[in-house]
Nanobody, 129 residues
C-alpha cells in the first residue's frame, strides 16, 4: 500500500523559512511525477513545484521561483521542499502527490493534477506579517 506522509509545517513570520518533507512508502514505479501542491483558505489548489522521472529539470511556479527548492532523496524515498523568504501569500496547506506514468516535462502535473494517483494528507504552513 502506497502512503505519502508530509511533515514540517508550522507558523513563521514573514521572511522565515520552513522545510517540508514527504515520505513515500510502498512506491516502486520507475515512471512517475511527484509534486508539491498547496491550497490556501478559500482558494483552489495549485501546483508549486514538480519533478518527473523522465525530466532532469525541476519545475517551479513563478510565485516561488528563487525561494523554494524541491529535492529528492531516492535512498530514503523522501522529497523535501525548502521554503525561504516566506510571505503571508504562502500560507496554505501543502500536499505532496504522485502520479504514475511517463511525463516528458516535470511541469505537466503542476498544472494538470486532477487525477493524481496518490495524495498525502497535507501539512499546514502559516506565515504572519
Amino acid at each position: 500500500q502506497v502512503q505519502l506522509v508530509e511533515s514540517g509545517g508550522g507558523s513563521v513570520q514573514t521572511g522565515g523559512s520552513l522545510r517540508l518533507s514527504c515520505v513515500l512508502s510502498g512506491f516502486t514505479s520507475d515512471y512517475y511525477a511527484i509534486g508539491w501542491f498547496r491550497q490556501a483558505p478559500g482558494k483552489e489548489r495549485e501546483g508549486v513545484s514538480c519533478i518527473s522521472s523522465n525530466d532532469p529539470t525541476t519545475y517551479y511556479v513563478d510565485a516561488v521561483k528563487g525561494r523554494f527548492t524541491f529535492s529528492r532523496d531516492g535512498v530514503k524515498d523522501t522529497v523535501t521542499l525548502q521554503m525561504n523568504n516566506l510571505t503571508p501569500e504562502d500560507t496554505a496547506t501543502y500536499y505532496c502527490a504522485v502520479k504514475v506514468g511517463f511525463f516528458s516535462k516535470s511541469g505537466i502535473i503542476c498544472h494538470h493534477f486532477s487525477d493524481m494517483t496518490y495524495w498525502g494528507k497535507g501539512t499546514l504552513v502559516t506565515v504572519s506579517s
